[in-house]
């Protein structure tokens, strides 16, 4: 059983920018793939940033394309979110989440067997 730990979140500015992690613990880390989904209050869980298991291939929400950069370091089983240029609509409780299917990012929240707790970000105008 995978455990996920995020940590990073915050309150920034418009503009400003955060990096979020997420610590592995309990499996084999680069057996999974690893995404990021975010909920903001009122609004459905969605996609925002995955990886597959060493790096090679990842996927993005078309809204934060070009701001957001997901990564992984294997040797410390740990994931992360860099994300720029944040804006208010960026806000929401960020979560982390590993998928069996190594290979190939996937976008579907329901694919996803292990999440963690989650992480605010707030961003201010």
């Known amino acids: 059983q995978v455990q996920l730990v995020e940590s990073g979140g915050g309150l920034v500015q418009a503009g400003g920018s955060l990096r979020l992690s997420c610590a592995a613990s309990?499996?084999?880390?680069?057996?999974?793939?690893m995404g990021w989904f975010r909920q903001a209050p009122g609004k459905e869980r969605e996609f925002a940033a995955a990886?597959?298991?060493?790096?090679?291939?990842?996927a993005y929400l078309d809204s934060v394309k070009g701001r957001f950069t997901i990564s992984r370091d294997n040797a410390k089983n740990t994931v992360y979110l860099q994300m720029n240029s944040l804006k208010p609509e960026d806000t929401a409780v960020y979560y982390c989440?590993?998928?069996?299917?190594?290979?190939?990012?996937?976008?579907?929240?329901?694919?996803?067997?292990?999440w963690g707790q989650g992480t605010q970000v707030t961003v201010s105008s």
């Open positions: 990886i597959s298991w060493n790096g090679g291939n990842t």
């Open positions: 309990g499996g084999i880390f680069s057996l999974y793939t």
């Open positions: 989440a590993a998928d069996n299917l190594k290979f190939t990012p996937r976008r579907d929240a329901r694919q996803y067997e292990h």
